[in-house]
């Protein structure tokens, strides 16, 4: 498996327009637009950092996962997310050597990237994304 870099950083919060002050207005970031995925109950909001990118996730559910993450465990930091050259090679590595998946394959995530879940039980607590763009 190899990994690109820290994709980004995605970070959970109540509302996407009542939040996103802090990092354009005091940060200085550029806020590149809003996307819903209906599939993940979440609506995304991208703001550049470098070649990074910090990720809002607003959930358009209350019972999506980014819902329960806030109900559990407050506003933050959701998970962080590395960007991969071969996401099918990269599970199938991971799966061979034991690591909990929460997904076997990728699925669509936002901006049309290729993405998939590791299980925070095999990451010390940490949600960690791979994402192929």
């Known amino acids: 498996m190899k990994i690109l870099k820290i ?6 919060v109540s509302s996407i327009d009542g939040k996103k002050n802090f990092w354009t207005d005091a940060l200085g970031l550029n806020l590149e637009g809003t996307e819903t995925i209906e599939a993940q109950n979440v609506t995304t909001a991208f703001l550049p950092v470098g070649e990074s990118e910090i990720e809002l996730l607003e959930s358009t559910s209350t019972d999506g996962p980014v819902a329960r993450f806030i ?13 991969v050259e071969n996401i099918e090679d990269a599970l199938a590595e991971l799966k061979e050597k034991g690591i909990a998946l929460i997904d076997k394959t990728p699925r669509m995530g936002a ?17 960690v994304e791979l994402c192929e763009r």
Do not use: M
């Open 7 to 12: 994709d980004h950083l995605g970070i959970a």
């Open 71 to 83: 109900e559990k465990k407050g506003e933050g930091i959701q998970h962080v997310a590395f960007r």
């Open 111 to 127: 901006g049309g990237a290729k993405i998939a879940f590791l299980h925070p039980k095999a990451t010390s607590g940490v949600l």
